[in-house]
């Protein structure tokens, strides 16, 4: 007597069961479920957001390593040191101050010290490698009156910042739309990789703006260069009309007792004439003995002649 065989679950004599009809294709390893995605695509929380001491919106770097363990799950990212660089080590003698900015007490050494700092971070799914991104940022510690303290200070503010700067690549929920004027709202909105239907694929936004960081330290530049030029001599110095109508000048000033060529200089001009915006010209009336030449500063144009062919 052959032994009875047992139909697969799949197939019954009533063909397919219930619980066939209500299995789902399964995720692939690595990749994001549907629930991890919707929560990337949020904007971000309105708490989760400050401001730091020059006026920036920004995240704590606490917050950000919560949420990777909230939606990745433990384990579920790396942070790898790559590099770290000493930029600056300095000191100077300081007395504290209180609360009306008076100095009191003695005088203490002040350190400042500043470090540059690269990270990479890694995210992983089901213990593959989603991706991984690189994030570099400075950090300074200033006036600390502990040389260890302001080399911890300024190393740790450093590593925040980069883990900040390489996690933005994961989008809202870690503070890419703070890069737009410091705006909640999504910048991502979706993803074409996983629309559900194609025809529905549209994207609302907004103008793009620059980094608030690097718009402000190029505002910075600007304003110190602006700042650092010179401005222009009051006096500038004579022009070769000028050397050549000194003595001229010099004759009919001691006669009239008016310099002629300044006031012409200082005269304010007329208004431009709207039909042929021509350029506006000194207004000024010169004394018969002045040389033609010299009336405007400049020599006189080659005289015109008719041609007779």
Known sequence: MAPATEAPASVTAEGPTSHTQNQVTPRRRGALSDLQINWLLRPVEPDRVGSDGKGFSHMEAWDIKR????????????????????????????????????????????????????VKLTVKVGGIELGHWTGVATGDATNQPSLADAHDLALKTADSQALKRAATNLGDQFGLSLYNKGRLSAVVQSSLAYWKKPEAAQFKDEKVEADPEVAAAQQQAVSTEAEATPAASANPPPTTSDAAAAPVRAATTAATGRDYLHEAREAPTEARCAPCMTRPRKMVQFPPTWPRSHRSGRASPPARTRSTS
Do not use: C
């Not at 990212?77 to 300095?90: A, C, K, P, R, Y």
């Not at 100077?92 to 101050?97: F, G, T, V």
């Open 67 to 118: 949420h990777m363990i909230r939606i990745f799950g433990f384990g579920g990212h790396d942070i790898d040191l790559l590099d770290v660089t000493l930029i600056s080590q300095s000191s100077k003698m300081l007395r504290k101050k209180n609360r009306d900015h008076k100095e009191y007490g003695e005088p203490y050494e002040a350190w400042t010290v500043i470090y540059r700092v690269s």
